[in-house]
């Protein structure tokens, strides 16, 4: 059974908007700092967004002032808005969740920005 799950991917273009969703269980987005990671096609996955338990939000200088990080009020759900798309944020998009004993990843969502 799958504990992350991603939606919300496509193909948009430049200056566009797209809204990933990670559906978790409560206990684990309760429990574990949230990202998101993306990998583009010949590089190495990076983490670009970053919730913490507490609902500190960190972001990668890449996508700062662009994206943002959230999670809904029955912490079931994180989010991850990102406006002004480029092209270079094309990739897979994963929630990822690190806990003490646990580590999980989605499947990935796949987004494409055209120029």
């Known amino acids: 059974q799958a504990q992350l799950v991603e939606s919300g991917g496509g193909l948009v273009q430049a200056g566009g908007s797209l809204r990933l969703s990670c559906a978790a269980s409560r206990s684990i987005v309760n429990s574990n700092d949230m990202d998101w990671y993306r990998q583009a096609p010949g590089k190495q996955r990076e983490v670009v967004a970053r919730?913490?338990?507490?609902?500190?939000?960190s972001y990668s200088d890449s996508v700062k002032g662009r994206f943002t990080i959230s999670r809904d009020n029955d912490k079931t759900t994180v989010y991850l808005q990102m406006n002004s798309l480029k092209p270079e944020d094309t990739g897979v998009y994963y929630c990822?969740?690190?806990?003490?004993?646990?580590?999980?990843w989605g499947q990935g969502t796949q987004v494409t920005v055209s120029s």
């Open positions: 919730i913490t338990r507490s609902g500190s939000t």
């Open positions: 990822h969740s690190l806990g003490v004993s646990t580590n999980y």
